[in-house]
């Protein structure tokens, strides 16, 4: 790479989400933890550093920090929200708690547009989140703009080539937000924009072969998206180094497993082992009900089932899994990431310690949709670029309760259903996750002219760039229709469908 930005990472949710917007503008940027040390920076084409938001407040004990020296490396840098707060305290101004906190939506009015906020209006809509505020700025800053409650909502550094913002650019919140990164970026950083997805698979192709060497990859391969994109970016790489196995849990969905392997044995050519594991997983799900438990369950069966073909595999130093970042930030802490545990991810515990192997994560700082766009780079298929994300834990996450063979079967006839229908409405683009739910509740109908009392069926769809938020599909009433009437005369056991409306936060997009 010819230049980067370094963002470091005070915790912040929306930390690979800016990392998102500055490779939008064609800069590569890279997510560091929060006290990087300043040489450590100086070893790679720096050419700005934005320091992110974060739960914590600077005054507190044990509150994140950065190394104080990255504002001598002569590079500018952006503090966003607490990033801002961190910043302005090390350099000399007052950070207090706000009389009236900021959340939500709000007004910035701008009194200086030389350089930050240069061809914004006068007022521009922002979105803030923050209970603390610059103070007393000192001798040492210039504010830029202000809210109604946030006087220093925007400063500027009078000597150091350092920015503060109180608002989050990088949330499709603030309209504006994509102009006050790339002002920054190109105009303050000197930025050239000369960074493409080409870029990082050639990159990342090299890294691949410069971390395997003569041996072979593993790599777990369950025909969605990440793991399509990961085995293709690898076998491109070192080609039959490549060993992929297809752990059949019992969990997929409708003739998946035939599927995968007609599409990358017979049309890709890659070695594809099949492990039958179907007995095993759902013997150890007997009985289960707790969320957490079931994916904690499949983890260990899914650690057994490698195993058993893994170790059959000669020179197998690596696994490859297909780890985006919102699996590791929701995953909780990890490289002293403060972030919140919001749910447990098999594929980012502890399997290759288990197999005693090296791991291989090249799809680990990306989103899914920067992941698509490596995919159509690398010639997939249209149907497996664009193919909807389906969990690690297969339907198991999907049916509320216990798991037994008769609800996987409802369930998967459901969702059979759902998908046949929103592709036949031109929809399934649009929607960038469809999924059906079995809930463990029975309602009382008329079927037949007598009492039914059966299974509910819920529908989610929901339409998001990043999968971090998400907001529910807004499907036709018809096509809407169309499923439930499908779905309650054609899946036996089932008299009633319902659509959640649901956004995230606060409800994730899986129900479990």
Known sequence: MKEMVAILDFGSQYGQLIARRVREQNVYSRICPA????????????KGIILSGGPASVYQPNAP??????????VPILGICYGMQLGCQILGAEVIPAKNREYGRGTLAIHDKADLFATLPD?????ASHGDQVGNLGDGFVTLASTKTCPHAAVRHRKKQFFGVQFHPEVSHTPKGAVVLKNFLYDICGCTGDWKMSDFVAETVQAIRRQIGDAKVICGLSGGVDSSVVASLIHQAIGDQLVCILVDNGLLRRNERESIVSTFRDHFHMDLHVVDWSRQFLAGLAGVTDPQIKRKTIGAEFIKAFKSEANKIENARFLAQGTLYPDVIESGSKDGNPAANIKLHHNVGG???ELGFELVEPLRDLFKDEVRR????????????????????GLAVRVIGEVTPERLEVLRAADEILIDEIKAAGLYRRI????TVLVPVSTVGVMGDERSYENV??????ETTDFMTADFSRIPHEVLGTISSRIINEVRGVNRV??????????TIEWE
């Open 35 to 46: 006290g990087t040390p300043a040489k450590e920076l100086t070893k790679i084409p720096l």
């Open 432 to 435: 960038s996750q469809a999924l």
């Open 457 to 462: 069926i819920a529908v989610r769809a929901v």
């Open 374 to 393: 490596v995919g159509e780079y690398l010639g997939l298929p249209e149907d497996i670029v664009w193919r909807h994300p389906f969990p690690g834990p």
């Open 351 to 353: 399997l290759p310690a």
């Open 123 to 127: 007022e521009t809509p922002i979105w």
């Open 498 to 507: 319902v659509y959640d409306i649901s956004s995230k936060p606060p409800a």
């Open 65 to 74: 920090r950065c190394d104080e020296r990255i504002f001598d490396l002569g």
